[in-house]
C-alpha cells in the first residue's frame, strides 16, 4: 500500500522567515569549521512557534524546494521525528533509519540527494509552546556521515541558532 504523508508543517497562514546561515558572520564560521571538519554539506536550524517558523539553511536552492514547495509536509524523516515528539521532549533521527515508501517519499529522497544531501541526523525538540529542530548531512557517497557529528556539536549549535534568534533585531525575511 503507498500511504503518502502529509503533515501540516507549512500551511497557507504559516509566516516562514528564512536566513541563510552563510549571512551570519558568527554562524557562517562555525558551519565553515564543521564542513573541513567533518565534512558536512547541509545544516537547518528550524523554530516553531504559533504560525511562524524561523527557517536557517546551508543550502538556500534546496530550502526552496523543501519549503516553498511545502515537500517538508510530505518527508518521512520530519513525520517520525515530530510524531515521536508528541510522547517525548526530544528524539535523534538518523535519516538513513527512516523507511522512505514509494511515492513522493521516495521521490523526496532521491531529489534531495540530487543536492549532495544525504546520511543525516536530525535532532527534534519539543518545548512548552514552541518546536524546535537541527539537521546535519554529508555527501551522498558518505554513507556514515551521521557518526561524525559529535553532541556537544549539536548542543554548541542549538545555542548558537537560539543566540542568533534573540539578537535579530528585526525579523529575517519572509520566504
Same mark, same amino acid.
Given at each position: 500500500?503507498?500511504?503518502?504523508?502529509?503533515?501540516n508543517i507549512?500551511?497557507?497562514e504559516?509566516?516562514?522567515?528564512s536566513?541563510?546561515i552563510?549571512?551570519?558572520?558568527?554562524?557562517s564560521r562555525i558551519?565553515r569549521?564543521?564542513?573541513k571538519d567533518?565534512?558536512c554539506t547541509?545544516?537547518?536550524y528550524?523554530l516553531?512557534?504559533e504560525?511562524e517558523?524561523?527557517?536557517?539553511t546551508s543550502? +538556500?536552492?534546496?530550502?526552496?524546494e523543501?519549503?516553498?514547495?511545502?515537500l517538508?509536509?510530505?518527508? +518521512?524523516?520530519?513525520?517520525n521525528?515530530?510524531l515521536a515528539l508528541?510522547?517525548?521532549?526530544?528524539?535523534?533521527?538518523?535519516?538513513?533509519?527512516?523507511?522512505?515508501r514509494k511515492g !513522493?517519499?521516495?521521490?523526496?529522497?532521491?531529489?534531495?540527494?540530487s543536492?549532495?544531501?544525504?546520511?543525516? !541526523?536530525?535532532?527534534?525538540i519539543s518545548?512548552?509552546?514552541h518546536?524546535e529542530?537541527?539537521?546535519f548531512?554529508?555527501g551522498?557517497d558518505d554513507?556514515f556521515?551521521?557518526?561524525? !557529528?559529535p553532541s556537544?556539536? !549539536?548542543?554548541?549549535?542549538?545555542?548558537?541558532?537560539?543566540?542568533?534568534?534573540?539578537?535579530?533585531k528585526?525579523?529575517? +525575511?519572509?520566504?
Open positions: 500500500m503507498d500511504t503518502k504523508i502529509c503533515m507549512i500551511t497557507p504559516t509566516k516562514v522567515y536566513k541563510i552563510q549571512e551570519s558572520s558568527s554562524l558551519y569549521n564543521l564542513s567533518t565534512g547541509y545544516m537547518t528550524m516553531e512557534s504560525n517558523i524561523y527557517y536557517y543550502n +538556500p536552492d534546496w530550502k526552496n523543501l519549503v516553498k514547495k511545502e517538508m509536509n510530505h518527508c +518521512p524523516i520530519y513525520h521525528a515530530f508528541k510522547h517525548k521532549e526530544s528524539i535523534v533521527t538518523i535519516w538513513d533509519a527512516v523507511p522512505h !513522493i517519499e521516495y521521490d523526496i529522497k532521491d531529489f534531495r540527494s543536492f549532495n544531501i544525504a546520511h543525516g !541526523i536530525g535532532i527534534a518545548g512548552k509552546n518546536r529542530s537541527i539537521v548531512a554529508g551522498k554513507e556521515f551521521y557518526e561524525k !557529528i556537544k556539536t !549539536i548542543t554548541y549549535m542549538l545555542r548558537s541558532f537560539r543566540s542568533e534568534i534573540n539578537q535579530e528585526y525579523k529575517p +525575511p519572509l520566504i
